[in-house]
Nanobody, 114 residues
Framework: VQLQASGGGLVQPGGSLRLSCVVS????????MGWYRQAPGKQRELVAV???????TYSDSVKGRFTISRDNARNTVYMQMDSLKPEDTAVYYC?????????WGKGTQVTVSS
């Protein structure tokens, strides 16, 4: 299984970015895809995840600003990030959970700064 993320970058506060992650390899029908992030000096934390059935979970810090979506036919997960804040600055990691295993992509840097 491989996960390829894209879409990070530098944006001003209040701006938007869209992250994408394409998953390839053996993918189970039942799975959860999503995004985690890790800021300097902090632990990795859940940002948003979505099951293949459509159930979505968001961290309180991004509710109402970030939107996760999936294209199951393309094995791709997206995250639209609006109203970005400096505290959203982090390396964002794509994740696939299936069975008892977790798979991670290489991170993509998101920097929110004026």
């Amino acid at each position: 299984v491989q996960l390829q993320a894209s879409g990070g970058g530098l944006v001003q506060p209040g701006g938007s970015l869209r992250l994408s992650c394409v998953v390839s390899g053996t993918i189970f029908t039942i799975n959860t895809m999503g995004w985690y992030r890790q800021a300097p000096g902090k632990q990795r934390e859940l940002v948003a995840v979505a099951t293949n059935g459509g159930r979505k979970t968001y961290s309180d810090s991004v509710k109402g600003r970030f939107t996760i979506s999936r294209d199951n036919a393309r094995n791709t997960v997206y995250m639209q990030m609006d109203s970005l804040k400096p505290e959203d600055t982090a390396v964002y990691y794509c994740n696939l959970e299936q069975g008892v295993r977790n798979y991670w992509g290489k991170g993509t840097q998101v920097t929110v700064s004026s």
